[in-house]
Nanobody, 126 residues
C-alpha cells in the first residue's frame, strides 16, 4: 500500500512562485520515480516533471524548462516542485504520482504510474 499526498497549491499572480510538495508513504521499498502532472480545464492531463529516486535524474516538459525545478529528499520520500515565473497557462490541477519497479534509463509513461494523489489546485491570475 502506497499513499501520495500533494500540498502547496494556491492563487498567485503572473510572475510569482509556488512550491508544491509530494509526500509518499507506505511500502516504498521499490519506489522508482515520482512525477508531477497537471490538467487544465478542457485539456488532457500532461506530464510536467519527474525525478528518479536512484540517481536523481530529472525530466521537464518543454513549457516549464527554466522555470520549474524538481528536487527530492529520498530519506523522506518527498519530492518538491519549485515553480517560478508562473504564467496563466500554468493554471491547472497538479497531481503527484509514483511508480514502482525497475525501468533502467527509460522514463515511464504517464499511464504506467501506479499511485496518484488527489491533486492540488494552482491558479495563476491577475
Amino acid at each position: 500500500q502506497v499513499q501520495v499526498v500533494e500540498s502547496g497549491g494556491g492563487l498567485v499572480q503572473p510572475g510569482g512562485s509556488l512550491r508544491l510538495s509530494c509526500e509518499v508513504s507506505g511500502f516504498t521499498l521499490h519506489l522508482y520515480a515520482i512525477g508531477w502532472f497537471r490538467q487544465a480545464p478542457g485539456k488532457e492531463r500532461e506530464g510536467v516533471s519527474c525525478i528518479r529516486k536512484t540517481d536523481g535524474s530529472t525530466y521537464y516538459t518543454d513549457s516549464v524548462k527554466g522555470r520549474f525545478t524538481i528536487s527530492r529528499d529520498n530519506a523522506k520520500n518527498t519530492v518538491y516542485l519549485q515553480m517560478n515565473n508562473l504564467k496563466p497557462e500554468d493554471t491547472a490541477v497538479y497531481y503527484c504520482a509514483t511508480i514502482l519497479g525497475i525501468y533502467g534509463s527509460r522514463w515511464p509513461a504517464m499511464d504506467e504510474y501506479d499511485y496518484w494523489g488527489s491533486g492540488t489546485q494552482v491558479t495563476v491570475s491577475s
